[in-house]
């Protein structure tokens, strides 16, 4: 077994990860979180919000997952987030159609429907499974659809990000943060993909977690406030030179924004941030990586572009966060189809003075000329130029029909006015994490192995504020008068809001084997020396040492072990266990 | 206005709550929360985490939102989860069937479709719309329909409720909880419903957020060693007495379950849990009800069914979350259709000595005669009873096939075998909330007006637990050397965990009323005396009382304050304020 096999195989066996609907058949490309897997899961995504909405003070919201039409026409999903497929004439199987050419072209993504077609003719290729024809090569959208209400005048999308929800909003979330930029806002949430042959775990999902926020600045203005807190931060820079050259470069923060690498201050702050968060649920730092896009790969639109990727066993470099700067595309993809204006009035400085044309159209003489049309002269008036108003005759445009004036009926002049501000359409720096493969690496970067006694013992070292289970509580043997009290303390630490298991089946050695499996930071035994000195056995899961601490004192103890506050050797007498 | 206009326009204008999709015209029964109804809602999510994952040591699992076919085939969704139809023949529009005859027939759920069709008939009734024809009353599924992968060959389903995750993974759940009952698992997130027209905002929704716990107990033991911790908790319990009386009845959980109110003490266990649980969100004591369903809106297979009402300004008495008793019904129906043996060993408390039938089959004799069917034969005479193994032949059926044998090939008699044990179906408690509900009866229950020198202050009381922001921090005036103190403080107290809002605008008796209109607990100033002596205020949201505290030992005062360890006056020297 590799590592990929027995990361994957714990998961399923300890209730971490489980392929769902196994009742029933099952169905590629959805999961189920268990019991530890939910924990970790959440612990996970609190652990973001503690960075991203705490911290950087990002407004939380929460928008359905259902959306409806206009919105993914306007982000473009309707037309273009699709997929080329192939079916088979004779078995009906269909097919990825750039798959079935990928040993011939390896970058498909630039061909035609019709050009993958033909080189499927040209080459021969037969459906794979019973080798008959195939068809012509078609899109395939992959937003699940459906219709809300009965009857077919309403359809509904899934959501594949949970990203729209924010720019959908945006005309009320500039009013929440008082019309002033910069803002930002997030959602935790599922979105959904209709892959057409989802694989590798959790990796490709068709129902999934993401975590976004959208981060609304003025494109003037690409500094951030808080850049010299990051700037000393020293990852593995893939730039897309250094991707030329084969090989990541060390560099910090600072260095990076200073010679161009990454495009600016916020975009460069908010992938320090990211590496941040991902330290802090347990990636490991050796084993992750900044790639920047390609610029082929690179939205049009986009000024700058960089994934976070974490190396995985079996499955190499893996993509978990992309951090874009996505410049005023989507704001003006919405801007254009709802007709409403998401445009933020952003005051100068100081007022600035301004020279401007001012037109002055002679109502008196308009009005009984042009009666109800005077209006509709007077305003067209007031949008010429200068060299339009010079000369013998005024040629203006009314719906179509061309209305000639004496220049006579108009005065114009030059004046000065005070401008306080202007018009602008927001950039926005887009940090989008997937969490349920951050929730896979943070196992996978967890998982050792070391030898106790002659035995393998299984480790996940997870970040204690992840853990799915924080304490065990284990009664030495599973007797009455060891049973009570244990449960009592279990309680208590409960009611502080720990998250305990409760053990009492099997050797202690077998319970300890089985929280390190899970990555229980510490385990404590109730044990006859609790009854008689009101003592109780507390356990390191990594350095499997343990201390001897008063049972009224446990509480604090643990709390100050979790806050990082004591050395774990702190907590207690050292006492010498053997293991079993 | 009334209250529940104050509270939606409220709702709306702060961030709270908004109808979704407006920027491309909407869609009834989606909403949006916003940047504080976003933080509200997670915070009463982890607040039932904490009653009822961290407390009572429940699984939280996640499951997929999509499920497949069989999953709502067991559960019997697909069949009887619907609402009948009828359209207008001219406008097309379409109608609740039952909704249109409800002046004629009170209660419409027991009749057929065509039964309704015919009293629209008998009565004459039209399209309300353009007087059109209706339509035969059809049946229309609530349930969100959509294809998973291309073609048509896996339909998929929006979830209508989360509890069938945790009744698919029971196997898998029963595993990890050893084999040992009671468990339970737990599931918080989104389930739908297609209604036809959904209204009251949030009440009645298309897309909404459920917590459930489906808890699988002993049949043979529902009793609940914690009853003693809330035996003595007092609360209105309407039980169909008491409705048929038109009077709730104050009496304790002790007395419910003595005297028979209630099924048992399980289901009265969590009753009082929830009862708790809506007190730690706000939900208000005289506001609140435990109703029992009638014996006609009870489902057949329920052994007891209780839902927490709260009363709303408007909505009048309104469900938030059913706890019932569904007896071994979902465990068997997925047995039923799945074929997988969801059944538990339950050891007896010692073995017990059965008499038992002992069936011998020849096999010697039966091997030559019959060759391969002898194995089909022999297992054949084992499932017999006495009865059939006595007479001159014994008659068997083999595939439909009657084989006679002579009885000597076969020999039987009775032994006595120790039985460890039985396997049974548990038993499901399942406490459903209605996690929407519950936030809008919070924002209801929390809504105050008072009066502060002549003007209306507005006032939402929220739990300190539960409030969006927990503190602002205010600058007394939007100035630099307020400005640089007042966001280092910030930041120390978000760096703690701590929810902040940072608000520079307005004079400082607005930015009071504002917060107070969305249930800040705490409003702190950073003033001139803030840089000359080091101390702050801090103003308390419900007293409007202020006092003033160091600024070095601000967040130990908040935190204290949040814990309920000290009150308000002792947080700091009290300060005579005049608020504008």
């Given at each position: 077994?590799?590592?990929?096999?027995?990361?994957?195989?714990?998961?399923?066996?300890?209730?971490?990860?489980?392929?769902a609907f196994e009742l029933y058949g099952g169905a590629a490309g959805f999961y189920d979180y268990g019991p530890l897997g939910g924990p970790l899961k959440r612990r996970i995504e609190d652990t973001w919000r503690k960075f991203f909405v705490i911290e950087e003070g990002f407004a939380?919201?929460?928008?359905?997952?259902?959306?409806?039409?206009?919105?993914?026409?306007?982000?473009?999903?309707?037309?273009?987030?699709?997929?080329?497929?192939?079916?088979?004439?004779?078995?009906?199987?269909?097919?990825?159609?750039?798959?079935?050419?990928?040993?011939?072209?390896?970058?498909?993504?630039?061909?035609?429907?019709?050009?993958?077609?033909?080189?499927?003719?040209?080459?021969?290729?037969?459906?794979?499974?019973?080798?008959?024809?195939?068809?012509?090569?078609?899109?395939?959208?992959?937003?699940?659809?459906?219709?809300?209400?009965?009857?077919?005048?309403?359809?509904?999308?899934?959501?594949?990000?949970?990203?729209?929800?924010?720019?959908?909003?945006?005309?009320?979330?500039?009013?929440?943060?008082?019309?002033?930029l910069p803002f930002a806002a997030v959602q935790i949430g599922k979105s959904f993909r209709n892959e057409i042959s989802p694989r590798q775990g959790v990796i490709r999902l068709r129902e999934f977690t993401q975590a976004e926020a959208e981060i609304f600045i003025n494109p003037a203005?690409?500094?951030?406030?808080?850049?010299?807190?990051?700037?000393?931060?020293?990852?593995?820079?893939?730039?897309?030179?250094?991707?030329?050259?084969?090989?990541?470069?060390?560099?910090?923060?600072g260095e990076a924004v200073d010679c161009g690498i990454i495009a600016h201050q916020v975009l460069a702050y908010y992938v320090a941030r990211t590496y941040q968060f991902l330290l802090a649920v347990g990636i490991s730092p050796n084993l992750m990586r900044f790639r920047q896009h390609?610029?082929?790969?690179?939205?049009?639109?986009?000024?700058?572009?960089?994934?976070?990727?974490?190396?995985?066993?079996?499955?190499?470099?893996?993509?978990?966060?992309?951090?874009?700067?996505?410049?005023?595309?989507?704001?003006?993809?919405?801007?254009?189809?709802?007709?409403?204006?998401?445009?933020?009035?952003?005051?100068?400085?100081?007022?600035?003075?301004?020279?401007?044309?001012?037109?002055?159209?002679?109502?008196?003489?308009?009005?009984?000329?042009?009666?109800?049309?005077?209006?509709?002269?007077?305003?067209?008036?007031?949008?010429?130029?200068?060299?339009?108003?010079?000369?013998?005759?005024?040629?203006?445009?009314?719906?179509?029909?061309?209305?000639?004036?004496?220049?006579?009926?108009?005065?114009?002049?030059?004046?000065?006015?005070?401008?306080?501000?202007?018009?602008?359409?927001?950039?926005?720096?887009?940090?989008?994490?997937?969490?349920?493969?951050?929730?896979?690496?943070?196992?996978?970067?967890?998982?050792?192995?070391?030898?106790?006694?002659?035995?393998?013992?299984?480790?996940?070292?997870?970040?204690?504020?992840?853990?799915?289970?924080?304490?065990?509580?284990?009664?030495?043997?599973?007797?009455?008068?060891?049973?009570?009290?244990?449960?009592?303390?279990?309680?208590?630490?409960?009611?502080?809001?720990?998250?305990?298991?409760?053990?009492?089946?099997?050797?202690?050695?077998?319970?300890?084997?089985?929280?390190?499996?899970?990555?229980?930071?510490?385990?404590?035994?109730?044990?006859?020396?609790?009854?008689?000195?009101?003592?109780?056995?507390?356990?390191?899961?990594?350095?499997?040492?343990?201390?001897?601490?008063?049972?009224?004192?446990?509480?604090?103890?643990?709390?100050?072990?979790?806050?990082?506050?004591?050395?774990?050797?702190?907590?207690?007498?050292?006492?010498?266990?053997?293991?079993?």
């Amino acid at each position: 077994m590799d590592k990929y096999e027995k990361v994957t195989e714990l998961a399923r066996r300890r209730g971490f990860l489980w392929p769902a609907f196994e009742l029933y058949g099952g169905a590629a490309g959805f999961y189920d979180y268990g019991p530890l897997g939910g924990p970790l899961k959440r612990r996970i995504e609190d652990t973001w919000r503690k960075f991203f909405v705490i911290e950087e003070g990002f407004a939380e919201i929460e928008a359905p997952t259902i959306g409806v039409e206009g919105v993914f026409q306007a982000s473009g999903h309707l037309s273009g987030f699709s997929d080329p497929l192939t079916s088979c004439g004779e078995c009906k199987e269909i097919y990825r159609a750039d798959h079935l050419i990928k040993h011939i072209v390896e970058v498909p993504d630039a061909l035609s429907n019709e050009e993958i077609f033909n080189i499927i003719k040209d080459n021969e290729i037969y459906c794979p499974e019973c080798g008959g024809n195939l068809s012509n090569v078609y899109e395939f959208n992959l937003m699940f659809k459906t219709m809300i209400g009965p009857g077919n005048k309403m359809p509904g999308y899934l959501r594949p990000e949970t990203a729209q929800g924010m720019f959908i909003n945006f005309p009320r979330l500039l009013r929440y943060f008082r019309d002033t930029l910069p803002f930002a806002a997030v959602q935790i949430g599922k979105s959904f993909r209709n892959e057409i042959s989802p694989r590798q775990g959790v990796i490709r999902l068709r129902e999934f977690t993401q975590a976004e926020a959208e981060i609304f600045i003025n494109p003037a203005n690409k500094t951030h406030p808080k850049s010299s807190e990051v700037k000393e931060i020293r990852v593995k820079f893939y730039s897309q030179a250094a991707q030329e050259r084969g090989e990541p470069e060390d560099m910090t923060f600072g260095e990076a924004v200073d010679c161009g690498i990454i495009a600016h201050q916020v975009l460069a702050y908010y992938v320090a941030r990211t590496y941040q968060f991902l330290l802090a649920v347990g990636i490991s730092p050796n084993l992750m990586r900044f790639r920047q896009h390609k610029s082929d790969e690179m939205a049009h639109y986009a000024a700058d572009c960089w994934d976070a990727e974490v190396f995985l066993d079996r499955l190499g470099w893996i993509e978990i966060v992309g951090i874009a700067d996505r410049t005023d595309f989507d704001l003006k993809a919405h801007m254009a189809l709802s007709k409403i204006n998401l445009k933020v009035f952003v005051p100068f400085n100081k007022p600035v003075k301004r020279q401007k044309l001012m037109v002055k159209p002679d109502m008196k003489a308009l009005g009984p000329m042009f009666k109800g049309k005077a209006k509709a002269i007077a305003d067209a008036l007031k949008a010429l130029n200068p060299e339009d108003l010079r000369g013998d005759r005024i040629k203006i445009n009314i719906d179509g029909e061309i209305v000639e004036l004496d220049p006579s009926l108009v005065s114009y002049g030059i004046v000065e006015e005070e401008v306080r501000g202007e018009e602008i359409i927001p950039h926005v720096i887009e940090p989008s994490f997937g969490i349920d493969r951050i929730i896979y690496a943070a196992m996978d970067h967890a998982y050792y192995e070391d030898t106790v006694e002659g035995e393998t013992r299984v480790v996940l070292r997870f970040k204690p504020a992840v853990a799915p289970i924080e304490v065990a509580i284990l009664p030495l043997m599973d007797r009455e008068d060891l049973v009570a009290p244990a449960e009592k303390i279990s309680d208590e630490l409960r009611s502080l809001g720990l998250r305990i298991d409760y053990d009492t089946s099997g050797s202690i050695g077998r319970r300890y084997r089985r929280n390190d499996e899970v990555g229980t930071p510490y385990c404590v035994t109730v044990d006859y020396e609790t009854l008689e000195a009101g003592t109780i056995t507390i356990r390191d899961r990594d350095s499997m040492k343990q201390v001897r601490a008063r049972t009224d004192e446990l509480a604090k103890k643990l709390k100050a072990l979790f806050e990082g506050s004591i050395q774990f050797q702190e907590a207690g007498v050292p006492i010498n266990a053997n293991e079993q």
